[in-house]
């Protein structure tokens, strides 16, 4: 019978390096019995010890490998995973290419559902590492920053021509409904449709409630907030915006409204639904995107590939298909 092998306590590994005295240990496992916290955050407290040193500790007690992220590449990985999930669990990619997803997590506390989530969501082998809490706040902290700066603004050669197309199937680029001079507002709009077609986002949704208007993305069916909400006074002005490119009257604001528009982005024409809805506190605005070429139309056929389904669940979904008795 193979007996189970004993984890080292993150106190006595402390000691053996060198990092605490035992002295020290009395006094934080007495207050460990006292407030019942963990002995981490005691030490931290106490500063007995650093961010850094109990990540490599904890890395050790778990069995994980500790890495360091001092040169992190926050524009790498901005788009890599929702900031609200890794937020939420704080986690962060640094490290990826087409077979491996390398993630810094915290502690081993949430490793089961980020492994789970990551599995779900990306078609890579999962590999996770520990790091520093307070480090991985920082560059969170960087990377809100970075996706609110993206949302606030683009650079001029960035604009999106609305298009329409005539009888004879040609395309005529449309600056009527583009207001004359910059304006925050369409800034907003153009990088918030760009941002959401670089994440493969289905519907961007704008939604109004008493304290302002909120961004959210629904990716693979789930929705995420895609940065923090915008002040009350930008509501009417982005709801009139959309209607605007989508040529639905922007003085009805009592019923729901349906319209549609084009966009040329990066070099390809993308099609847009638009659902308007009055509700409490102004209008909500759904926006459905209809990108072609994320569909990989091909002889008229939308491929199954396209769907960017993990390996496992497509060869699964094939052969069910393939079943001469059906699924």
Known sequence: MVSAVKKIRIGDLAVQSNLISKKHISIVSGKQKINKSRFGKICLDEKYIDDENLAKLT???????????????????MNLIPLDVMKKYLFLPYQVNEKELKIAITDHENSMFISDYLDMHYDRQVFLSISGEE????????????????????????????LKETEDGKDIINYETITA???PVVKLIDSTIIDALNKRVSDIHFE????????????DGMLYQAAEPFDEHYKSLIVSRIKVMSELDISEKRVPQDGRFKLKVMGRKVDFRVSVVPSVFGENVVIRILDHETLAINSEEIQLKSMNLPKKDFDVLK????APYGM
């Open 59 to 77: 890395a050790i007690h778990f069995g994980y490998e500790y890495v360091d992220l001092k040169d992190y590449d926050c524009v790498e990985f």
């Open 135 to 162: 480090k991985i706040r920082e560059i969170l902290k960087k990377l809100e920053i970075l996706k609110t700066d993206a949302l606030e603004g683009v650079w001029d050669d960035m604009r999106l021509p609305i």
């Open 181 to 183: 001079e910059e304006s």
């Open 208 to 219: 109004t409630s008493e304290n302002g208007i909120l961004i959210r993305y629904r990716i």
């Open 319 to 322: 052969r069910m298909i393939y």
